[in-house]
């Protein structure tokens, strides 16, 4: 991901943006909790990846404080839980990625996965999805099991 301009959408504590910045990635975190954006401060520095670039803000309007097109990768862990936010979410995707951006979320089975994925592509999206098997719950317990996380991998669909 060397170089690569990743913004991490509703990024909570900053868990998806960190591994990106570890992979060399330049990653702007974003919220609207400023007690997330803060952890992520702090996360930075603690995993030695100094100051983190976070935007302390709401994706509802398109997320009016995005640079256009600034972004080649959104990353997203658990945001669609919400199906009344995917508008607003596509919006934010709309103007931040780059024409030949892409969009990863993920979602660990909370959605209504075919009404999602036509909100996707009604926004102009070409959508696809793949299964990753991960234990869960993630930490260790008795009585672990398998469980699929959906992986959203979204792209501009091109005018014709
Ligand atoms: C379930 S948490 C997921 C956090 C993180 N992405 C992860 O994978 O651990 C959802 C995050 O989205 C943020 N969020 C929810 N609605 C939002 C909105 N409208 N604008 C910006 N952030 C939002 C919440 O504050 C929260 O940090």
């Known amino acids: 991901m060397g170089g690569y301009r990743v913004l991490d959408l509703g990024c909570g504590v900053g868990l998806i943006g960190i591994v990106c910045r ?3 990635a330049r990653v702007t975190f974003l919220d609207r909790e400023g007690r997330a954006l803060a952890a992520v ?3 930075c520095r603690l995993n030695g990846l100094g100051q983190a670039q976070t935007i302390s803000g709401d994706w509802n309007h398109g997320g009016q404080r995005l640079r256009r097109a600034a972004y080649d990768m959104v990353v997203g862990g658990d945001v669609v839980y919400d199906e009344l936010e995917w508008k607003a979410i596509c919006s934010a995707l709309t103007r931040a990625l780059r024409a030949d951006g892409i969009a990863l979320l993920a979602d660990p089975g909370w959605v209504e996965k075919s009404k999602m994925q036509a909100t996707f592509r009604q926004s102009g999206f070409a959508v696809s999805k793949e299964i990753v098997g991960i ?9 672990q099991r398998r469980k699929g996380i959906d992986i959203y991998r979204l792209r501009r669909r091109k005018v014709k």
């Open 22 to 24: 570890q992979l060399g």
């Open 135 to 143: 234990r869960w719950p993630p930490w260790q317990v008795k009585g």
């Open 41 to 43: 401060r702090r996360n």
